[in-house]
Protein backbone atom coordinates (compact mmCIF):
# COMPACT_ATOMS: atom_id res chain seq x y z
CA UNK A 1 0.00 0.00 0.00
CA UNK A 2 1.07 2.94 -1.08
CA UNK A 3 0.48 6.61 0.27
CA UNK A 4 -0.57 8.95 -2.41
CA UNK A 5 -1.42 12.93 -2.36
CA UNK A 6 -4.24 13.68 -4.70
CA UNK A 7 -4.34 17.72 -5.60
CA UNK A 8 -7.61 18.33 -7.64
CA UNK A 9 -10.10 20.73 -7.10
CA UNK A 10 -13.25 18.90 -9.40
CA UNK A 11 -15.56 17.26 -6.50
CA UNK A 12 -16.21 14.33 -8.89
CA UNK A 13 -12.88 13.96 -10.54
CA UNK A 14 -11.30 13.64 -7.18
CA UNK A 15 -13.84 11.05 -5.96
CA UNK A 16 -13.31 8.63 -8.68
CA UNK A 17 -9.67 8.75 -8.52
CA UNK A 18 -9.92 8.39 -4.70
CA UNK A 19 -12.33 5.31 -5.55
CA UNK A 20 -9.96 3.67 -8.00
CA UNK A 21 -6.93 4.20 -5.92
CA UNK A 22 -8.42 2.58 -3.13
CA UNK A 23 -9.47 -0.10 -4.70
CA UNK A 24 -5.78 -0.43 -5.88
CA UNK A 25 -4.56 -0.54 -2.17
CA UNK A 26 -3.15 2.68 -1.94
CA UNK A 27 -3.79 5.59 0.93
CA UNK A 28 -5.43 8.95 -0.87
CA UNK A 29 -4.93 12.27 0.55
CA UNK A 30 -6.48 15.31 -0.87
CA UNK A 31 -6.26 18.96 -1.26
CA UNK A 32 -8.34 21.58 -3.14
CA UNK A 33 -5.85 24.41 -3.72
CA UNK A 34 -2.02 24.45 -5.11
CA UNK A 35 -1.16 25.70 -1.68
CA UNK A 36 -2.18 23.82 0.30
CA UNK A 37 -0.81 20.95 -1.52
CA UNK A 38 2.44 22.34 -1.92
CA UNK A 39 2.51 22.43 2.64
CA UNK A 40 1.29 18.83 2.41
CA UNK A 41 3.84 17.74 0.21
CA UNK A 42 6.76 19.57 1.09
CA UNK A 43 6.00 18.55 5.14
CA UNK A 44 4.72 14.85 4.50
CA UNK A 45 6.09 11.74 2.71
CA UNK A 46 4.01 10.92 -0.22
CA UNK A 47 4.88 7.59 -2.64
CA UNK A 48 3.55 9.92 -5.51
CA UNK A 49 1.17 13.02 -5.90
CA UNK A 50 -1.26 13.02 -8.80
CA UNK A 51 -1.70 16.90 -9.46
CA UNK A 52 -4.10 19.06 -11.49
CA UNK A 53 -2.57 21.25 -14.04
CA UNK A 54 -5.30 23.67 -13.71
CA UNK A 55 -5.69 24.77 -10.06
CA UNK A 56 -7.97 27.67 -8.22
CA UNK A 57 -6.39 30.56 -6.18
CA UNK A 58 -2.31 31.95 -6.64
CA UNK A 59 -0.58 28.41 -6.83
CA UNK A 60 -1.60 26.67 -10.23
CA UNK A 61 0.14 22.79 -10.68
CA UNK A 62 2.96 24.33 -12.38
CA UNK A 63 3.36 26.84 -10.15
CA UNK A 64 3.28 23.88 -7.11
CA UNK A 65 5.49 21.57 -8.86
CA UNK A 66 8.29 24.32 -9.22
CA UNK A 67 8.04 25.16 -5.66
CA UNK A 68 8.17 21.59 -4.51
CA UNK A 69 11.53 21.01 -6.86
CA UNK A 70 12.72 23.84 -5.77
CA UNK A 71 12.57 23.13 -1.98
CA UNK A 72 14.54 19.61 -3.07
CA UNK A 73 11.25 17.42 -3.07
CA UNK A 74 11.44 14.60 -5.16
CA UNK A 75 8.55 12.42 -5.13
CA UNK A 76 7.19 11.89 -8.40
CA UNK A 77 4.21 13.83 -9.81
CA UNK A 78 1.73 13.20 -12.01
CA UNK A 79 0.12 16.18 -13.90
CA UNK A 80 -3.82 15.87 -14.62
CA UNK A 81 -4.75 18.33 -17.25
CA UNK A 82 -7.07 18.80 -20.08
CA UNK A 83 -4.78 20.93 -21.75
CA UNK A 84 -3.68 18.36 -24.27
CA UNK A 85 -1.33 20.33 -26.53
CA UNK A 86 2.09 19.18 -27.30
CA UNK A 87 3.58 22.23 -25.71
CA UNK A 88 1.31 22.02 -22.75
CA UNK A 89 2.81 18.47 -21.71
CA UNK A 90 6.68 19.41 -22.37
CA UNK A 91 5.58 22.73 -19.91
CA UNK A 92 4.62 20.38 -17.53
CA UNK A 93 7.47 17.61 -17.89
CA UNK A 94 9.90 20.22 -18.25
CA UNK A 95 8.18 21.81 -14.44
CA UNK A 96 9.64 18.83 -12.74
CA UNK A 97 6.79 16.57 -13.54
CA UNK A 98 7.44 12.42 -14.00
CA UNK A 99 4.78 11.75 -15.96
CA UNK A 100 1.45 13.64 -17.72
CA UNK A 101 -1.70 12.41 -18.23
CA UNK A 102 -4.49 14.28 -20.56
CA UNK A 103 -8.32 14.70 -19.64
CA UNK A 104 -10.68 12.63 -19.81
CA UNK A 105 -8.93 9.54 -19.14
CA UNK A 106 -9.40 6.12 -18.06
CA UNK A 107 -8.73 5.02 -14.78
CA UNK A 108 -7.30 1.86 -15.63
CA UNK A 109 -4.29 3.92 -16.88
CA UNK A 110 -4.28 6.23 -14.42
CA UNK A 111 -3.26 3.51 -11.36
CA UNK A 112 -1.58 2.10 -14.14
CA UNK A 113 1.09 4.64 -14.52
CA UNK A 114 0.98 5.76 -11.31
CA UNK A 115 2.53 2.27 -10.27
CA UNK A 116 5.15 2.78 -12.83
CA UNK A 117 6.17 5.41 -10.90
CA UNK A 118 6.09 4.56 -7.54
CA UNK A 119 8.13 1.53 -8.86
CA UNK A 120 10.88 3.70 -11.02
CA UNK A 121 11.14 5.73 -7.33
CA UNK A 122 11.90 2.63 -5.12
CA UNK A 123 14.55 1.19 -7.86
CA UNK A 124 15.37 -1.90 -8.73
CA UNK A 125 14.57 -4.75 -6.52
CA UNK A 126 17.33 -7.04 -5.20
CA UNK A 127 16.41 -10.49 -5.29
CA UNK A 128 18.01 -11.93 -2.11
CA UNK A 129 16.65 -15.30 -2.18
CA UNK A 130 14.93 -18.40 -4.25
CA UNK A 131 12.25 -20.16 -3.11
CA UNK A 132 10.58 -23.35 -4.36
CA UNK A 133 8.39 -25.66 -1.76
CA UNK A 134 10.06 -26.09 0.82
CA UNK A 135 13.44 -25.05 -0.36
CA UNK A 136 15.35 -21.92 0.19
CA UNK A 137 18.42 -20.66 -1.43
CA UNK A 138 19.54 -17.67 0.65
CA UNK A 139 21.54 -15.52 -2.13
CA UNK A 140 23.54 -13.48 0.23
CA UNK A 141 25.02 -15.75 2.33
CA UNK A 142 24.52 -19.05 0.16
CA UNK A 143 22.67 -21.06 2.95
CA UNK A 144 20.26 -23.75 1.51
CA UNK A 145 17.56 -25.19 3.56
CA UNK A 146 14.99 -28.04 2.87
CA UNK A 147 12.48 -28.06 5.32
CA UNK A 148 14.00 -25.58 7.66
CA UNK A 149 17.06 -28.04 7.97
CA UNK A 150 20.34 -26.10 6.63
CA UNK A 151 21.89 -28.78 3.76
CA UNK A 152 26.04 -28.15 3.58
CA UNK A 153 27.05 -28.17 -0.51
CA UNK A 154 30.05 -27.59 -1.72
CA UNK A 155 30.72 -24.46 -4.19
CA UNK A 156 30.03 -26.60 -7.20
CA UNK A 157 26.80 -28.37 -6.07
CA UNK A 158 25.49 -24.56 -4.58
CA UNK A 159 26.04 -23.40 -8.22
CA UNK A 160 24.11 -26.28 -9.18
CA UNK A 161 21.33 -25.83 -7.39
CA UNK A 162 21.21 -21.79 -7.84
CA UNK A 163 20.91 -22.24 -11.26
CA UNK A 164 18.37 -25.19 -11.57
CA UNK A 165 15.93 -22.89 -9.01
CA UNK A 166 16.14 -20.31 -10.81
CA UNK A 167 14.82 -22.33 -13.80
CA UNK A 168 12.28 -24.10 -11.23
CA UNK A 169 9.45 -25.98 -13.31
CA UNK A 170 11.74 -26.38 -16.90
CA UNK A 171 13.59 -28.97 -18.09
CA UNK A 172 17.32 -27.94 -17.86
CA UNK A 173 19.46 -30.10 -20.53
CA UNK A 174 22.64 -31.55 -20.10
CA UNK A 175 24.62 -28.53 -22.38
CA UNK A 176 22.75 -25.99 -20.43
CA UNK A 177 24.27 -26.89 -17.43
CA UNK A 178 27.67 -28.06 -18.94
CA UNK A 179 27.85 -24.67 -20.22
CA UNK A 180 26.23 -22.22 -17.62
CA UNK A 181 27.35 -23.56 -14.58
CA UNK A 182 31.16 -25.09 -15.96
CA UNK A 183 31.37 -22.71 -17.82
CA UNK A 184 32.79 -24.82 -20.86
CA UNK A 185 31.09 -26.29 -23.92
CA UNK A 186 29.30 -29.86 -23.65
CA UNK A 187 31.62 -32.71 -23.97
CA UNK A 188 28.61 -34.95 -24.95
CA UNK A 189 31.14 -38.46 -23.53
CA UNK A 190 31.37 -36.81 -20.15
CA UNK A 191 29.12 -38.10 -17.54
CA UNK A 192 30.52 -35.28 -15.01
CA UNK A 193 26.68 -33.87 -15.36
CA UNK A 194 25.02 -37.10 -13.80
CA UNK A 195 27.72 -37.62 -11.37
CA UNK A 196 27.12 -34.01 -9.34
CA UNK A 197 23.65 -33.70 -9.69
CA UNK A 198 23.48 -37.31 -8.39
CA UNK A 199 25.62 -35.89 -5.36
CA UNK A 200 22.91 -32.93 -5.11
CA UNK A 201 19.94 -34.85 -4.92
CA UNK A 202 21.03 -37.28 -2.77
CA UNK A 203 21.78 -34.09 -0.39
CA UNK A 204 18.43 -31.98 -1.52
CA UNK A 205 15.78 -35.31 -1.73
CA UNK A 206 16.81 -36.82 2.11
CA UNK A 207 14.75 -39.43 3.55
CA UNK A 208 11.23 -38.26 4.05
CA UNK A 209 10.98 -35.91 1.86
CA UNK A 210 9.39 -35.59 -1.50
CA UNK A 211 11.83 -35.93 -4.53
CA UNK A 212 12.31 -32.52 -5.88
CA UNK A 213 15.14 -33.06 -8.77
CA UNK A 214 13.75 -35.66 -11.11
CA UNK A 215 15.35 -37.14 -14.36
CA UNK A 216 13.76 -36.26 -17.61
CA UNK A 217 15.14 -39.18 -20.26
CA UNK A 218 16.59 -38.13 -23.42
CA UNK A 219 16.56 -34.62 -22.19
CA UNK A 220 17.96 -33.91 -18.74
CA UNK A 221 16.72 -32.51 -15.37
CA UNK A 222 13.89 -30.60 -13.90
CA UNK A 223 13.50 -29.56 -10.40
CA UNK A 224 10.08 -29.25 -9.37
CA UNK A 225 8.50 -28.58 -5.58
CA UNK A 226 6.63 -31.40 -4.48
CA UNK A 227 2.75 -31.22 -5.43
Known amino acids: MARIL ?3 DDERTAAEIEAALADDGHQVERTVTGRDGLVKAIGQTYAAIILDRMLPGDVDGLSLLAA ?3 AGVQTPVLILSALSAVDERVRGLKAGGDDYL ?3 FEFLELTARLDVLIRRRAGPVVETALRAG ?3 VD ?3 HTVRRAGQVIELLPREYRLLEYMMRHAGQIVTRTMLFEEV ?3 RYDEPTNVIDVHVGK ?3 KIDQAGLASMIQTVRGSGYVLKAPG
Open 139 to 141: LLT
Open 134 to 136: DLE
Open 200 to 202: LRR
Open 6 to 8: VVE
Open 182 to 184: WHY
Open 102 to 104: TKP
Open 68 to 70: LRA
